[in-house]
Each structure stands twice: as structure tokens, then as C-alpha cells.
């Protein structure tokens, strides 16, 4: 499982992350749904890869498959962890990476 994490994070960091992404970083959004600029899209995902590569970079949450959505700075994060402290962790780590205005956690604990 971390070797996969790695790969992922290593093919986002090399400019890749339109792989990992399903073609392209909108897409999540319907066709037309998606009133961002694509510099504030590009941005957005490249704040979402940072939060990631801080994820797999911890011993802790590297175990868990957190989702992350940003949408202009703001992240939502997802997903189940295995305690109060990692769901804690997961929203300071979110809130502390460069480009994010506010970060919602709907991380639930098992």
C-alpha cells in the first residue's frame, strides 16, 4: 500500500497529476459545471497534491485513503481514520499547507 502512495505521489510531483486525475484537474466537475478560471484549477489541485504528499509522508495517515477536495483554497477532506488524534491531524496538516483558506474535515473515526 505505501509503495502505491509513493508512486502516486511521486507521479503528481512530476507533473503528472492529470494521470492521477482522470485526465484533468477538473475532472470532478460536470462538463461546463466548473466556473473556476483554470489558473484558480490548477491551483486548486496543486494544493490538494501538497496536502496528499504531506499525507503519505506520515506514518499515521500514509494508512489511510483520506479524500480531498479543494474547491478556490477551500478543502474538504473525507474518508474514515482510526482515531480522534489522526482525523486532528489530518485537518492541522490541511490547514497548514500554502494556498488554503479553510479546510472542512469530514473525516469520520472507526
Known amino acids: 500500500m505505501r ?4 508512486l502516486m505521489v511521486i507521479l503528481a ?9 482522470g485526465g484533468s484537474g477538473a475532472a470532478r466537475y460536470p462538463a461546463g459545471g ?13 494544493i490538494s497534491t ?6 503519505a509522508a506520515d506514518a499515521v ?10 474547491y478556490e483554497g477551500r478543502v474538504t477532506l473525507s474518508g474514515m ?3 480522534q488524534q489522526a482525523r486532528s491531524a489530518a485537518g492541522s496538516i490541511a490547514m497548514d499547507t500554502s494556498g488554503v483558506k479553510s479546510v472542512e474535515n469530514q473525516i469520520k473515526v472507526q
Request: hydrophobic letters at 40%.
Open 34 to 46: 466548473d466556473d473556476r478560471p483554470p489558473e484558480v484549477v490548477q491551483a486548486d489541485s496543486a
Open 61 to 70: 495517515l500514509s494508512q489511510f485513503n483520506i479524500g480531498i477536495r479543494t
Open 13 to 21: 510531483l512530476s507533473g503528472c497529476s492529470a494521470l492521477m486525475l
Open 81 to 83: 481514520v482510526g482515531s
Open 3 to 6: 509503495l502505491v502512495v509513493l
Open 50 to 55: 501538497r496536502i496528499r504528499s504531506k499525507y
